[in-house]
């Protein structure tokens, strides 16, 4: 206990390049997080605005593009600036980092399934589906996916508070809960064994999840109607799942297991890849994938207005011309 201090500022690692270097990287991921500033905006923008939209799916993605916002909020403006300064980190903004970045995907998987349970009763239950996802329901399912990943890594990051801790060196771009542990002279009880919970209590919604959508594809095998509504509505379900899942593991596989003979850029890709392609993905994927949100997005093209106005001139057209003849 002799290496205890008082840990004020954290040094972040994994940003030791060029100015010029610094330049491109900053242009590069500032344009990546303004496509997905707008991409969920629209979306969330879309599904507001259209009642035509205030359905249990919509809603459930509308707070999936809010949830990318959240998180994606909590890495690339600290990132942003520490490639253009300092790559320090205060012992607060390291909490708060930590907490933002690990609720919001929890949040993910609380979120996606939901939107597994909705696609189970729409396709499996189609008779009762409207007596089940009623608004009030609906609106239970979104506050509790959101009010226990949120208060679950509140109290697993009110257990690191005060903790001893002997460095002050935080080997990855951005702050998480893992990290602070592993500096850590000894380690609580009470954080270890709220680890353990968030991680068998998410863990479930991930075999849930993967149990849903084989029944789904094992029963809609025997049907081409069902066939058609899986393909239609749960294909991008399924791959905002796998797209996640993917990510996700393999940052946390690697952070507890993985080799640190790794270069520093490949160390930097793995550590980040979760933030970077979900939140973006997610928007284009439903947006081009489910009917309704890509019809409306093309009525905003101009060429997409014109062939609408032609077709509607010559439908009040016709007539006339049958009159006349």
Known sequence: MDNVSVVTLFTLSGLNYTMDQKIVLFSFFLLWYIAILFFNISII????????????????LCNLCINGLYGTAGFFPKFLWDLLTSHVISYAQCMVQGFVVHSASITDLSILALMAYDRYVAICRPLV?????????????????????????????VSLVGMPLCGSHINRLYCVNWMIVQLAC?????????????????????????WSYMYLIKMCLASK???????????????????????LSLDALYMRFGSKTLSQNLMNFISIEFLLFPSFMNPLIYGFKLTKIRNIILSFLPARRRNVECKTFKLVEAPRDLILK
């Open 45 to 60: 923008v879309i599904i507001i605005m259209d009642k035509r939209l205030h359905e249990p799916m919509y809603i459930f």
């Open 129 to 157: 589906y409207y007596s089940v996802m009623t608004k009030q329901r609906v609106s239970i399912f979104v506050f509790f996916s959101w009010f226990i990943p949120l208060n679950a890594m509140f109290a697993n990051s």
């Open 186 to 210: 000894s380690t609580r009880k009470v954080t270890a064994i709220l680890g353990y919970i968030n991680m068998i209590f998410y863990f479930s919604h991930g075999v849930f999840i993967g």
């Open 225 to 247: 109607d069902k066939m058609g509504k899986f393909m239609a509505t749960c294909v991008p379900h399924l791959l905002s799942m796998i797209i996640f899942s993917f990510a």
